[in-house]
């Protein structure tokens, strides 16, 4: 009975004999002509030496002197006891869904990273699958970039009190180039110009990142003539017309790539062919109350909090993006 017992315990590829199977640890140790005092070094040479007899041996007596040697060291090193011990414990254990509380505990820790990878794939397909085909169109679009920070309350409430269902108001914080030390995150730069090819009605910038979005903003002279017309003049007073020439863009971004270390040797343009008529690229808000009620929380450490507003060229409608640049500026 105790002879089948081990059998089930050890796996049938075993192959060993029946008496060697059923042997006890001291009786293992002899059969390797070891004595019962041997460490695992010992049982380790031993085996090695007898196996490499054995593989040196040829015929079907050969094989069953490997499988009853791999039997007799798998119960000389105690192997086997601590199968059997870990056998009886798990038997002992309450089991859930065919696996002990340890098993469990086992599988989670080495599988969990891939649940949660899984859990991930799901949510961002989700996430996706609705932003593609339930979520409404966003009807207009705001996005701010600078070294701020944005809570879009304000914004929100203006739109829809122009009548927008589905506004979509975002913020990148965008680092210019600038005295202070901090530094751009070209990922997030690359971002930011990114999102204002979806349509975006009104690009608001600070001062610092405004000059770096000359060619996605159009001229908006009407709009600060309309603005004088309705605003009140104290409100008016505090917008400053910002101005920049093709020329100055060009010459500025020259400088840039200089500054970075590009050999512009073989790319170098002809600067003055460029347009050196100013246009007014933006309208500046510098009162700090102003910005602030405007949702936006300034990075700079020496640089004044600033918001400038611009009309993109790539605008749906750019009477909407007037109409919500007035509305925002109003209600100021």
């Known amino acids: 009975m105790e002879t089948d017992k081990k059998k089930a315990v050890l796996s049938p590829e075993d192959g060993a004999s029946e008496n060697i199977v059923a042997m006890s640890r001291e009786e293992a140790l002899a059969y390797m002509d070891l004595p019962e005092d041997a460490d695992q070094t010992a049982i380790e040479n031993r085996f090695w030496q007898l196996s490499k007899k054995y593989r040196s041996m040829r015929g079907d007596d050969a094989e069953q002197k490997m499988n009853d040697l791999s039997a007799a060291y798998d119960i000389a090193t105690g192997t086997r006891d601590q199968r059997e011990k870990a056998a009886q414990e798990r038997a002992n254990e309450k089991q859930f869904l065919g696996k002990t509380k340890s098993e469990w505990k086992t599988y989670v ?63 990148y914080s965008y680092v210019a180039v600038n005295e202070e030390g901090q530094e751009a995150d070209l990922f997030t730069n690359q971002a930011a110009v990114a999102s204002l090819y979806s349509g975006t009605h009104v690009l608001v910038t600070d001062s610092a990142a405004n000059p770096y979005f000359f060619e996605y903003v159009t001229d908006c002279t009407d709009l600060y003539e309309t603005l004088k017309k309705t605003l009140p003049q104290e409100k008016f007073d505090k917008i400053t017309p910002v101005y920049m020439s093709e020329r100055d863009y060009k010459e500025m971004i020259t400088e840039f790539r200089r500054s970075k270390g590009y050999d512009l040797s073989e790319t170098q343009e002809d600067l003055s062919a460029y347009s050196d008529a100013k246009i007014m690229i933006g309208l500046k808000i510098e009162d700090e109350a102003m910005v602030k009620k405007l949702g936006y929380t300034n990075y700079w450490h020496k640089r004044p909090a600033s918001a400038v507003f611009g009309i993109t060229v790539m605008s749906r409608s750019q009477d909407d993006s007037k109409a919500i640049i007035t509305a925002v500026l109003q209600g100021l």
Do not use: C, H, Q
Request: avoid cysteine; aromatic fraction near 24%.
């Open 109 to 171: 820790s080495y599988t969990w990273k891939y649940y949660v990878m899984g859990v991930v794939v799901i949510i961002a397909s989700a996430f996706l699958i609705y932003n593609f085909f339930f979520k409404p169109r966003e009807d207009v679009g705001i996005v701010s970039i600078g070294n701020f920070e944005l809570n879009p309350e304000y914004y929100d409430g203006v739109v829809r009190s122009l009548g927008f269902r589905y506004p979509g108001i975002t913020y």
